[in-house]
């Protein structure tokens, strides 16, 4: 899979796995680099195997714009893919225990949802957020979904709907959670020499930020993400604010990750995100904030349990006018593309790209 979207993106930018001289990937790609390398027979000059979970393909993003600033290389070819729903594996082990890991194994928290569902409970306990809220997140995501073909979860759901599902983890309910998928996903990022070579369908990365949350040693604020951190160094680069954004792409593992990661890119005030969302703001053509108009994880994939890769890809189309008609934003002159990754009841790491219309 890994080769089909590799070859896919190279297809679609006019370019040759020959043409590839910087490769990025994370563990989805067995021995990273080492192993893809081979097997895509490419002869890079620059690697690079950065993991943040799903945040990783938002981070390559920004390491590739990087690399190509210094010189490092020329075209970048950033891949992921795995099959978590037809041959599930679990997560890759570490090959030595993390410092965390004999504490957290044996009394932590089981499983990822507790720990999404504790930072839900917190912020409805500090902020009085609702599970109807929440539930908001899901009902743009669905409504989007209808329209691509290739989503796992394509009908129309209410906020009734969403609380009467089954709950997972108090208060998350079966529809607050994102769907498991098989699939990957590719992204090429070039020098603007090059780009100017490869015709109107390239857009520009006009900004990238990237930072890491942990418990700091006990003192855990679970209210909030690195993404404080990540989207204004993104904004900063750029060189505009949260209210430039036409479109986002914003990680959606589980509702709350969503309205969470949208108090803190600075699109409402903290502790707002509920009020935000209602009515209809997250909705493609005419909400406050189109986003996600691809489904998201939530109903279109998560492949590999990783959705960062796909937030870029359906900005990129966003940003091209090449999203489904029905969703695809007016005039869309910039998109954001945010990814959340480990856990935002833990430690985690978050990753914002601001792109543009060339």
């Known amino acids: 899979m890994h080769a089909e979207v590799a070859v896919g993106a190279l297809a679609d930018a006019g370019l040759t796995l020959a043409d590839v001289d910087g490769y990025f990937c994370d563990s989805t790609a067995g021995f990273g680099p080492i192993s893809m390398v081979e097997y895509l027979g490419l002869n890079p000059r620059y690697v690079d195997s950065t993991e943040t979970g799903g945040s990783s393909y938002i981070v390559h993003v920004g390491h590739a714009a990087a690399a190509i600033a210094a010189g490092k290389c020329r075209v970048a070819l950033i891949t992921m893919a795995g099959r978590p729903r037809s041959a599930p594996q679990g997560m890759p082990a570490p090959a030595e225990p993390s410092p965390e890991t004999t504490f957290e194994e044996s009394w932590g928290m089981f499983g990822i949802a507790p720990a999404y569902a504790l930072a839900a409970q917190r912020h409805m306990y500090e902020f009085g957020t609702t599970s109807a809220q929440l539930a ?6 669905a409504h989007h979904a209808q329209y691509n073909p290739n989503a796992m979860l394509r009908d129309p759901v209410t906020i009734e709907q969403v609380l009467e599902s089954p709950m997972v983890s108090d208060p998350l309910h079966r529809l607050d959670c994102c769907v498991v ?14 780009a100017r070579d490869l015709g109107d369908r390239c857009v520009s990365v006009l900004g990238q930020g990237e930072a890491i949350k942990h418990y700091g040693d006990g003192r855990i604020d679970l209210t909030y993400t690195a993404a404080v951190q990540s989207g204004p160094r993104a904004f900063a680069e750029a060189g505009i604010t949260p209210a430039d954004v036409d479109y986002a792409s914003i990680y959606d593992s589980f509702t ?19 009020q935000f969302v209602q009515d209809g703001a997250l909705q493609a ?27 870029v890809i359906e900005a990129v189309r966003q940003l091209r006018g090449e999203a489904a008609p029905e969703v695809q934003v007016p005039n869309c002159e910039l998109a954001l593309a945010h990814g959340t990754g480990g856990s935002i009841g833990s430690r985690m790491g978050s990753a914002t790209v601001i792109l543009g219309r060339s």
């Open 285 to 311: 053509q005419n909400g406050v904030l189109p986003f996600n108009t691809d489904g998201g994880g939530l109903c279109n994939n998560h492949p590999s349990n990783r959705g960062g890769v796909t937030k």
């Open 256 to 274: 709350i990750t969503a309205l969470l990661a949208i108090e803190d890119l600075g699109f409402c005030e903290k502790g707002k995100g509920g």
């Open 136 to 141: 908001e997140v899901k009902v743009a995501a």
């Open 181 to 194: 998928s098989d699939g990957g996903g590719a992204i090429v990022v070039v020098d603007a020499d090059l």
